[in-house]
């Protein structure tokens, strides 16, 4: 753990954590969301950023201050700083990082060309049917990951890269294509967070796609008393990786299908579309909603073959 480390962490959660534990080097916290809303491909580009403030804004009423101060500060730290021997990545298997992953390795790739780039990931450990994020581990643990940590070859980081550029593009069908190829990838959560990424267009089915059929199916089944222990519930089955915010976000999108939320209950109409008796694409559907580069409601997720329609009225 030499001070010529630069770890370039998933969140605070995790640079606190490592901080605690007394790693050496200097640390960057990736703080954005690229799960969520339009993405483009030149990641750290004036457009790039003035693209995902307009999203945040929109989305999630961020304000510039807040913008500028969270993420950019951070970003621009990491543009200044090229003396280190060696760049860690720390991420975790869910969507929310795995996108975010190979966003900052396409970045790495045409600014940091030539460095030596590792990979900390965390996910399965041993025989546990649990998945840990990197705060789940102890300390044992996550000395283990960091000494066992992937160096990356320019093959792996050119493949991240593509992969990036696959979820950046107006349709997601090259990558639905392609993200299953490589399968000797260092990138061992990365085929499997795609695979969700795609299950996140509208399904034919009922027209809502598996993130809000499970936002419905768990307010069915679970009853919880309030919103907020709606998202608790939600939270427990994060393969996602999704916060408290985006859930409550996708909710209240969902709002007309519910009769309450004090307690929780499902409005008949949301029974229906539940039960797969009224397809709701048509009230649901916005030209504005995005999935990486893809317009979110010009897809549909066939879920009986797994596989994307394109509509093309």
Known sequence: MGASILHITNGDSTTNYLKSLQFSGEFITWREMLCEGKTTTDVGSESFWKNRFQFLKSSYNVSKKKFIDYTLKEYRALCNKKDHTEIVLWFEYDLFCQINMIAVLSWLKRYR???????????????????????????????????????????????????????????????????????????????????????????????????????????????????????????????????????????????????????????????????????????????????GGTKKYSFLHYNKANKLLQITS
């Open 113 to 291: 060309k030539g460095y030596h780039i590792s990979l900390v990931c965390s996910g399965k450990v041993g025989n546990s049917k649990k998945m840990f994020s990197l705060v789940d581990l102890n300390e044992n643990q996550i000395q283990n990951h960091f000494t066992k940590r992937i160096s990356l070859t320019d093959d792996d980081i050119a493949y991240a890269d593509y992969i990036w550029q696959l979820y950046c593009s107006d349709s997601p069908l090259r990558l639905e294509t392609f993200y299953k190829i490589k399968s000797n990838s260092p990138f061992q959560y990365l085929a499997s967070a795609i695979e969700m990424h795609l299950k996140r267009f509208p399904s034919v089915e009922n027209g809502l796609n598996e993130v809000e059929n499970r936002i419905l199916n768990t307010a069915a089944k679970k009853l919880p008393k309030s919103k907020d222990k709606l998202v608790g519930e939600l939270l427990k089955q994060n393969d996602y990786g999704f916060g408290d915010i985006q859930y409550a976000n996708s909710i209240n999108e969902l709002k007309s299908l519910f009769s309450s939320f004090n307690p929780i209950k499902i409005s008949k109409k949301g029974k229906q579309v539940l039960e797969n008796q009224i397809n709701y694409y048509a009230q649901l559907r916005n030209d504005n909603s995005y999935l």
